[in-house]
């Protein structure tokens, strides 16, 4: 993990807003660089700013990271990530994408983002298991993610 993320990121709880969407069966999926190692493979999302409901926070966090807008369809589980110095409380919401066109957007705090893709089952799977988001270890399909509830430790 790159000094400059522990620094801006660490030693701290941070709420995370981030949003599962799928488009032809393939879920969106951004690359982010220097997280873990080279590669990391998440979904959209990030921090709640004080004073920011969380369902602005997910949509802003979408339209920066891949130039899209959404709707937020509901809630559907959260997650609890601890890798000192990071910890992050990360609640998953089922979104639409209503417009826009799919591009690798920015980070405006730290330029982390490498690319936004939609990415078949088979891709995702390919992908290196420490260089995926771990909630994807349950899978990456619409018909199993959009399943889970409740809370998870990652």
């Given at each position: 993990?790159?000094?400059?993320?522990?620094?801006?990121?660490?030693?701290?709880?941070?709420?995370?807003?981030?949003?599962?969407?799928?488009?032809?069966?393939?879920?969106?999926?951004?690359?982010?660089?220097?997280?873990?190692?080279?590669?990391?493979?998440?979904?959209?999302?990030?921090?709640?700013?004080?004073?920011?409901?969380?369902?602005?926070?997910?949509?802003?966090?979408?339209?920066?990271?891949?130039?899209?807008?959404?709707?937020?369809?509901?809630?559907?589980?959260?997650?609890?990530?601890?890798?000192?110095?990071?910890?992050?409380?990360?609640l998953?919401?089922?979104v639409?994408?209503?417009?826009?066109?799919?591009?690798?957007?920015?980070?405006?705090?730290?330029?982390?983002?490498?690319?936004?893709?939609?990415?078949?089952?088979?891709?995702?799977?390919?992908?290196?298991?420490?260089?995926?988001?771990?909630?994807?270890?349950?899978?990456?399909?619409?018909?199993?993610?959009?399943?889970?509830?409740?809370?998870?430790?990652?």
């Amino acid at each position: 993990m790159e000094e400059e993320i522990a620094n801006l990121y660490g030693n701290r709880v941070r709420i995370r807003a981030c949003g599962l969407c799928w488009e032809a069966g393939k879920l969106l999926l951004v690359n982010h660089k220097g997280i873990k190692y080279s590669n990391f493979w998440a979904p959209p999302g990030g921090g709640v700013e004080f004073g920011e409901t969380i369902e602005t926070a997910l949509k802003r966090e979408f339209f920066e990271e891949t130039g899209l807008e959404i709707s937020v369809t509901r809630f559907a589980f959260g997650c609890e990530f601890i890798n000192k110095p990071l910890h992050a409380i990360e609640l998953f919401f089922l979104v639409q994408k209503v417009s826009g066109t799919l591009i690798s957007g920015y980070d405006p705090e730290l330029q982390l983002i490498q690319g936004a893709k939609f990415m078949t089952d088979q891709e995702i799977q390919a992908i290196s298991g420490q260089e995926q988001h771990g909630i994807l270890r349950f899978g990456s399909s619409e018909n199993i993610l959009s399943q889970l509830s409740g809370f998870y430790s990652i």
